[in-house]
C-alpha cells in the first residue's frame, strides 16, 4: 500500500510542443514522489510559472520561441535559487550542454532517451546532484 502521507516533489514541464509536453509528463508520473503542478509552452511562460508555482523541479527544453531555454534557466535560478533543472534537447551539442550547466542545469538529457534516462537525471537532480547520461557519459 502506497504511503500518502510521504511528501511530494512538484515539477514544472516547459516544451513547445504539446506532445512532447506529454511524454515528459507521463515519464514524470513513473519518478515517484514527483507531481507535476505545471506546464510551460515557451521559455518565458516557463519562467513566469516558475515564479508562480515555486516548483521543486524544472524540466527544461533547450529550443524554445520567445526566450530559449538557457536564458529561462539562468532567471529562473536567479530567482529559485534551489529549484532542480533537467534540461531536455533533441540537439547533442556540447557548447548547448555545456551552455545549459553553466545556466544551472543539473542534468542533459536527449529527448530520445527521456524514457530510460529522465527518471535517474530528475532523482539525482532532486538531491542537488549532477547527473550524466549512461550512455554519453559527459
Request: proline fraction near 6%; aromatic fraction near 2%.
Amino acid at each position: 500500500m502506497r504511503n500518502t502521507h510521504t511528501p511530494q516533489a512538484t515539477a514544472l514541464v516547459a516544451d513547445d510542443h504539446p506532445r512532447m509536453r506529454e511524454v515528459l509528463a507521463a515519464v514524470l508520473s513513473d519518478v515517484a514522489g514527483v507531481r507535476v503542478v505545471g506546464t510551460a509552452v515557451d521559455g518565458e511562460d516557463a519562467v513566469r510559472r516558475a515564479l508562480e508555482l515555486k516548483p521543486d523541479l524544472v524540466i527544461m527544453d533547450v529550443a524554445m520561441p520567445k526566450l530559449n531555454g538557457v536564458d529561462a534557466t539562468r532567471l529562473i535560478r536567479e530567482a529559485l535559487p534551489r529549484v532542480a533543472v533537467v534540461a531536455v534537447s533533441n540537439h547533442d551539442d556540447k557548447r548547448l550542454i555545456s551552455a545549459m550547466l553553466k545556466a544551472g542545469a543539473l542534468a542533459y538529457v536527449l529527448k530520445g532517451d527521456a524514457l530510460e534516462e529522465l527518471g535517474p537525471a530528475v532523482r539525482a537532480a532532486l538531491r542537488g546532484k549532477p547527473y550524466a547520461p549512461r550512455r554519453n557519459n559527459r
